[in-house]
Each structure stands twice: as structure tokens, then as C-alpha cells.
């Protein structure tokens, strides 16, 4: 899953707090217009615009001119892959199409346009909302109110949350490391801290302190709102500071995504929202490339990535092959057929009455017949853990902790399976929750 | 004191001092060195006359050309399994890449007939014959006339275009070494006290953190940090070694883990049983060659993702590449079964000095000590690579 480090620059999010307030920096949302019916949801993107049914509304990569929407119904059977050769989709017979995926936001013949919220004429007759020119969508892989489905694996590449303005300096950035919304510098994207020690709105860190924690610097001109404070340091310099903490770098943090300072005695990153809390029965191992998702035992779990993607002279358009009302070749040609499909991928079973936390962890129903994707809500059957909505498994030929020989298992433009991070797992939190490496 | 004592005093000191010289405590010292290439060991002819005769092995278009011999039927069943990318041939569409065993290829495998490499003999005999742990192969013979080499896995790879030296894959996953940090492999030689003989030394081959650098004309920099990852404990592999005459070689490793990247994205575990390293210790740039048995099956996996998943791009066929695999497999016989489940293979390797950098209690603990702007256990030249990386 590619929920790497993200940097969503047009600054769209908010936290609305999902548990201790005390670890989480709470942004203001910014006022706005916007048209009956349009709601607001709590995710773990940050707070979103949703329909009125609560489903999350997307905007599409595909759609580069403003005003215009490339989703249509117009069923595509074939594609060309990047070597040129061509190919088929599966299910000619009960082909999925864009608009049967990812529903248009529909405006009525009442509706009508304000503040960002414009109405387009489609050419098949509808009548879509788009905000700042950029059509609206919810997605079939969203079954509940605050749900980003769309957003885990190859979903990524094409969608984006409609997430609500948020008060943001120009030098803070938000950014994400796979589950864990944090402030970053705009400039380097450098992960931000606050401390323990900084009362009363203003830094204590000064002299020594100072150059293991960097101060994020505001200009003399810097306008306070929205949260956002700019108190003077000893030197008489202003930093920012986020509902009275100051905020600041840690010397030791290279990349985008280091967060070295983690665990720093009176330090915390500064995060939008507290982490979501794993289930008991999954744990984080630190692989050679990274943490990673595991089951109880330290196994990986990887789950299966499924778009069709027309590209190269094609539509453009990414379709799933991993809803639940499909049945897809792709799920199998990678592991033979289904009994031989079910002896290599096995899923996470749930105990009676196990529950996640319902947006990044679940328990879904597995289909009847072995496939990775959960089976359409409200069918009785096997109960397994998911992750934003898909089942997760282990690998056959894996046999101990660490081991990765599942990841990427697949064709890329197919079907692919994938680990998935854990990045960030451990921001302001104790590692009891990681496998330790057993000897060997 | 006495001019006499005096100068039996210095004498004596003089003495002491090449004492500890000859004894390794004060003399010893660590080499380190980095990855920078790698390729199949074996015999690669620029024409491929001597080693692939009959041509380069056919890749999985052709067999998939061979298997539906007209447009039609080739649209017809790729229309009917969602083909892509010539690979769903078997029965029922199953995948010739990762579900080998249901695709069955007409065209013949073309395997190579090179009897020159470098490498190891496993086994211990002389001429392959099979013995109670190994099945009857053929051997190599290196370039300067070391004979009884196993290399089994060459007579898999050797005409298939993608795997040789400058092809496809091999470039590419070159490449990769030079653009990623997954693959990086790192070796650290400790208690040396003489480079050029020396009874008893430590090796360590681990998984590495930093990138490597390449100066103005493509040479690799030497002398460079780089650090190990010591979180990475799966991949951290010690093995006693002997240089004689300036060539290090280690003892067997049962086990040995490396992280690399095989084709344009993927990246997998090469894990070898029995393992042995060999470097010559010469210069800042060194040449090295890693041999030992892959478990057929294990190896196969692995080639699957990372190049078999790109078959086109390496011509591979790998329904026939799996069967050559078996055919050719030489080690770790099966009792039951009689068959052997393991295969020989041998790989060259450049290495280029680096100076192998552990965790300090800094990077363990992330002690209260103040710092430096920057971390100072990174040299300045590295210090530009990951400031540009940052931004």
C-alpha cells in the first residue's frame, strides 16, 4: 500500500479529535459555503466533505480539464499495456465502468451554485457538483459514513478525499505517514515536534536546546488566526506555535518522514489526531524495509491491489477489479485456482465479536469461495480482518517474522499483492506493540 | 641512565613495539566494502556463439506464438482470461510466471553449454558424480584453470537475454544498486593484520542504509561511509575467512540472506545455503564472487516477482525456465524422492571500498547529547546527497 509520505498541499484538513485531545494539534477549518446536502465526516484523512448519506466525496486525478468529467458508463473491454502488447479486462460479461465505481455527486434541478461548489451538464444528461472546477465522486468500496476506501492500494494514484479547508501558515505543511497525520515544515516537509515543556504559549528551548530542537520560525509579518500563534523567542525571532505549543524540528530528521525525535523525553510529534489503535491480534514488525503490518505471530499481512488501467491512447480511466461484486480471473492467476489460491493466501479469521475501529481496521465477511476481496455488506460467511476494507492474509511460504516474500506478488498493471506500512505506528506511543526479532 | 642502557632501552622498545605488531593487538585492523555490481557468474560470449549455439533461449511471446498460431486464436484467449502481457497460458488461464507448473511450453529450452566460471565447488568431487547429498552435474572450470566449480543455475540463465551481462535485467537491476537503498549489501572484514596473509579474520555481509555515489566518470567513490543496518538482524551474516596471497575467503555460511533488486522494480531475497565468499583484496575497487545452493523452489519465487514478472523485458519463458531449474538442480538431494531440490550457483561481484559506519548510542538511544546541525557521523559529500533528497 502506497500511503508513503503524502503532502497535501492544498492544505485541506482538519482534526476533529477521535480520542486523547492532549496528543493531537487541532486545526481550525476554514468557513465556507457549501450546498445542502453536502456533509462533513471525520476520517482518517482529516475531516471531509460527504454527501448526504455521509459517503466521502472524491475528486479524480483523470479528470485534467476543469468543469469536465471523464467518467462515464461506456464499458472498455480492452486495453494496451505499456510494452504496446494488447489485452483484455476480465468479466466481458459484467464489466465494471467508472461511473458504476465511483458514483457522480449529483446535483438536483433545484440546486444551485455557491462558493466553491459549481454544478456541471454532463453530456449524458446528469447534473454533477465540483468544487474549484473539479468533479465529484463517492466510491462503491465506501460502505459507511467516514470511510476512505478509495484511497488504500492502487486507489491512490487517481483519487484524492475532498478534505475542508483548514488555517495554515504558509511555512506548515500537513503531511502523512501512511496512518499518522502530522505537521510538517512546508519548506523541507521536516516532521514537527512540540514540548512538555513549553507552557504558556511560549518556548523554554532555548541555548543548547535550540540546536537539537529548530524552531519553526514565523516572519515578523506572520498573522495570527485560526489557532495559530506566533510568540516571540528570547532572541526576539517569532515562531509558530499551534494552539499555545511552539513547534519545532529535530535536528536528527533528514528525510520527509523521519521522525527521530519520536519517544524524546517531554517531546511529541505533533500530530493531527491521535493514531488509530490496532486490534489485539495485529501486530508491527521492522522489516528490512520498514514496519510493517503482521499478524499475532510477526507474519506479514499483505492484501491484494486490483485496477484496470486503459491506458496508452485508452480512456485513462483506472477501474477496480476488487469490489465485491466481482469476480475477477485476476485474483487467481497468480496462485492457480481457488483451492490452490486458498492453501497460498490465508486470511486473518476474526473471533466472535471482534471489532475495529472501522476505518482502518475491521472485521469484514470473506466471499464463499476463496477470492481476496470481502464479500458485498450484509452476507453471512466467514468473519477475517480487514484494512480500510480489504481483507488482509498471510503467505503460505513465509514461516517466520520478518520475512517478505509475498510483497509484490502479481502483475503491477493487474492485480499485485502488497505488505503494508506501517510507518508511523509508534508516533508518541510505546513499541510493546512490535514483534521482536527472534533469533536465529 | 647509562648511553648503553639507554640504547638497549630503545632497542628493547623497538622491539616490543614490532612484538605487538606481529601479535594483531595493536595492528588489526576493519576493511569495508560495498556492492557496487553484480552478474551471473559464467561463460557470456559477445556472439553467444560458444555458449548458446543454437540462439538465445525463446522468451514467453514466442511460446505464447507457438501455443495460439493465428490472430485468432490468440484473441480469443486473451479475450477469454484477460491476458496481459502474453503470460495467462495455462488451461485455465493460470499465470506461466507464477503458476509454472500448469503451462507447458512447445518451443525447446536453449540452456547454456559455457564451461567456464567462477565460483566454488560445493559439492567436493572432482567431477560431479552424484553422492549421497548431490546429484551427477557437470562442472566448471574458472578462467585461471581452478577446476571442479559448481554453477548450475549458468546453465538455467545463460541464453536467456534479459539475465546476461548488459542485458535487460542485469542492467537494470544494476541500475538499481546505484538508485535504491533496498539492495544495499555491505561487508565488513574485522582483525585483519595483514592484507595479504592472514590465518584468521571476520567477515560480516549485512543489509546497508546508505546510497552509494558515483564520481564524474561513472567510477564508484570509494572510502565513502556506509552504514549497516543493524535493525535488519535477518540480514546480518558472519563467517570466519583466510587471505591468502591478498584473497580473502570465508568458511561456509549455512545461510546467507541478501536483499536485491533482479529486474526494474521489484525486489526479493536471494538466499543461498552453504554459502561462500571469496574477495581479492586489491585497490579501492575489488572483485569478488559469492557462490552456494538456492532451494530451487525458494529461488524460483524470488525470480518470479523480480524478473519473470518482466518477462518480456528479459525474453524469458519462465514455464521452461522453472523446468530448467529442476533439470539442473544439483544439490540438497531429497531421500525420499531421490531428486534434488537444491541448485549450485555462483555470482561475480564488484565491490568498492567504504568505510563500514555502526550505530553509535546516539542513533540507538536518541541521547540528550546536544548536536550538530547535521548528523556528524555523515561525511560532507554524503551530507549533499541527503539534503537533496530531502528536498
Known amino acids: 500500500m502506497k500511503r508513503s509520505v503524502l503532502f497535501a498541499t492544498i492544505s485541506l484538513l482538519s482534526a476533529t479529535l477521535l480520542g486523547n485531545a492532549a496528543s493531537a494539534a487541532e486545526l481550525q477549518l476554514k468557513e465556507e459555503p457549501r450546498p445542502q446536502g453536502i456533509t462533513l465526516q471525520n476520517t482518517i484523512d482529516g475531516v471531509v466533505y460527504a454527501d448526504k448519506n455521509g ?29 504496446g502488447d494488447p489485452f483484455a479486462f476480465p468479466n466481458h460479461d459484467n464489466r465494471p465502468t467508472c461511473l458504476g465505481q465511483t458514483p457522480i455527486v449529483a446535483a438536483d434541478a433545484n440546486s444551485k451554485p455557491v462558493g466553491q461548489w459549481t454544478i456541471i451538464d454532463r453530456p449524458d444528461g446528469l447534473k454533477q457538483w465540483a468544487y474549484s472546477g473539479r468533479p465529484l465522486y463517492t466510491s462503491v468500496k465506501d460502505f459507511h459514513p467516514g470511510e476512505t476506501n478509495l484511497l488504500s492500494l492502487g486507489g491512490r494514484g487517481d483519487f484524492r478525499a475532498l478534505t475542508v479547508p483548514v488555517i495554515l501558515p504558509p511555512e506548515v505543511l500537513i503531511g502523512q505517514v501512511t496512518t499518522a497525520r502530522i505537521l510538517t515544515t512546508a519548506e523541507k516537509k521536516l516532521t514537527l515536534y512540540t514540548s512538555a515543556a513549553d507552557t504558556n504559549g511560549k518556548s523554554n528551548c532555548e541555548g543548547a536546546c535550540a540546536t537539537k530542537w529548530h524552531p519553526v520560525l514565523a516572519p515578523e509579518v506572520a498573522k495570527e488566526q485560526g489557532g495559530w500563534t506566533a510568540p516571540r523567542r528570547a532572541d526576539g525571532a517569532r515562531q509558530w506555535a499551534i494552539n499555545g505549543k511552539p513547534l519545532y524540528t529535530f535536528a536528527r530528521d533528514v528525510y520527509p518522514g523521519d521522525y527521530r525525535g519520536n519517544g524524546q523525553p517531554g517531546w511529541e510529534v505533533a500530530l493531527l489526531a491521535p493514531l488509530t489503535p490496532m486490534p489485539d491480534v495485529i501486530k508491527v514488525y521492522d522489516t528490512v524495509v520498514g514496519p510493517k503490518f503482521t499478524d499475532s505471530r510477526g507474519w506479514t499481512l499483505y492484501v491484494f ?131 521482536r526479532a527472534a533469533s536465529r | 641512565m647509562a648511553r648503553r642502557d639507554f640504547w638497549k632501552t630503545v632497542g628493547l622498545g623497538f622491539v616490543a613495539t614490532a612484538s605487538l605488531t606481529y601479535s594483531g593487538v595493536a595492528s588489526a585492523k576493519t576493511l569495508g566494502f560495498v556492492l557496487t555490481n553484480w552478474h551471473y557468474s559464467g561463460q557470456f560470449t559477445p556472439d553467444n556463439k560458444i555458449e548458446c549455439p543454437d540462439g538465445l533461449a525463446y522468451g514467453h511471446r514466442d511460446n505464447f506464438r507457438a501455443q495460439f498460431k493465428t490472430k485468432e486464436e490468440q484473441d480469443a484467449h486473451i479475450d477469454k482470461f484477460a491476458d496481459i502481457e502474453w503470460t495467462f497460458r495455462g488451461p485455465n488461464g493460470e499465470s506461466d510466471i507464477y503458476v509454472p507448473q500448469m503451462v ?107 546510497k ?89 519465487r524470488y525470480w518470479a516477482k523480480t524478473v519473470g514478472q518482466h518477462a518480456i523485458t528479459s525474453n524469458s519463458s519462465p514455464a521452461s525456465f522453472y523446468r530448467s531449474l529442476h533439470r539442473n538442480a544439483d544439490g540438497y538431494k531429497d531421500p525420499v524422492t531421490g531428486k534434488c531440490t537444491a541448485i549450485s550457483a555462483s555470482y561475480d561481484w564488484e565491490l568498492t571500498k567504504a568505510f563500514i559506519v555502526h550505530e553509535t548510542p546516539e542513533e540507538k538511544d536518541i541521547s540528550a547529547n546536544v548536536l550538530s546541525d547535521t548528523p556528524a557521523d555523515v561525511p560532507a559529500d554524503v551530507k549533499v546527497a541527503l539534503v537533496t533528497e530531502a528536498q
Open chain 2, 212 to 300: 552509494v555515489l558515483q564520481g564524474p566518470t561513472g567510477e564508484f567513490i570509494p572510502h565513502l561511509s556506509q552504514r549497516m543496518d543493524e535493525k535488519a538482524k535477518d540480514f546480518i551474516f558472519h563467517a570466519k575467512a583466510k587471505i591468502v596471497n591478498g584473497i580473502l575467503t570465508t568458511d561456509v555460511m549455512p545461510s546467507l540472506e541478501v536483499v536485491q533488486m533482479s529486474g526494474p522494480g521489484e525486489w526479493g531475497v536471494r538466499a543461498f545455503k552453504d554459502a561462500r565468499l571469496k574477495i581479492t583484496l586489491a585497490g579501492d575497487h575489488a572483485k569478488a564472487v559469492v557462490g552456494g545452493y538456492h532451494d530451487v523452489e525458494r529461488y524460483y
Open chain 1, 55 to 83: 459517503k466521502t466525496i472524491y475528486t479524480a486525478g483523470f479528470d485534467n480539464k476543469p468543469g469536465e468529467s471523464k467518467c462515464t458508463d461506456k464499458i472498455v473491454l480492452r486495453g494496451i499495456e505499456g510494452h
Open chain 2, 104 to 210: 507447458e511450453d512447445s518451443l525447446p529450452y536453449r540452456e547454456g553449454q559455457g564451461k567456464v566460471s567462477y565460483g566454488f565447488n560445493l559439492d567436493g568431487t572432482k567431477n560431479g558424480q552424484a553422492t549421497n547429498r548431490t546429484c551427477a552435474h557437470a562442472k566448471f572450470t574458472s578462467p585461471e584453470g581452478e577446476p571442479a566449480i559448481d554453477n548450475q543455475i549458468y546453465q538455467t540463465m545463460a541464453c536467456v537475454k534479459g539475465m546476461r551481462p548488459g542485458g535487460d535485467s542485469d542492467g537494470m537491476a544494476n541500475t538499481q544498486l546505484i538508485s535504491k537503498v533496498v539492495n544495499r549489501i555491505v561487508i565488513e572484514i574485522t582483525g585483519v593484520d595483514d592484507e595479504a596473509n592472514d590465518d584468521q579474520v571476520e567477515v560480516t555481509i549485512a543489509h546497508g542504509l546508505d
Open chain 1, 305 to 435: 491491489s486490483c485496477n484496470e488501467k486503459d491506458e496508452n491512447g485508452g480512456s485513462g480511466l483506472h477501474t477496480a477489479c476488487d469490489t465485491p461484486d466481482q469476480r475477477s480471473h485476476w485474483w487467481t492467476f497468480n496462485c492457480g485456482n481457488v483451492p490452490t489460491c486458498a492453501d497460498t493466501w490465508r486470511p486473518v479469521l476474526a473471533a466472535e465479536g471482534a471489532k475495529g475501529d472501522g476505518k482502518v481496521w475491521s472485521v469484514v465477511t470473506l466471499q464463499d469461495q476463496w477470492a481476496p476481496v470481502r464479500a458485498p455488506e450484509g452476507t453471512p460467511g466467514k468473519q477475517a480482518w480487514a484494512y480500510m476494507g480489504v481483507p488482509v492474509f498471510t503467505y503460505k511460504y513465509e514461516d517466520r517474522p520478518g520475512m517478505m516474500e509475498g510483497d509484490l506478488i502479481g502483475i503491477r498493471v493487474s492485480g499485485q499483492w502488497e505488505s503494508i506500512d506501517a510507518g508511523g505506528y509508534d508516533i508518541n506511543h510505546s513499541k510493546t506493540t512490535q514483534v
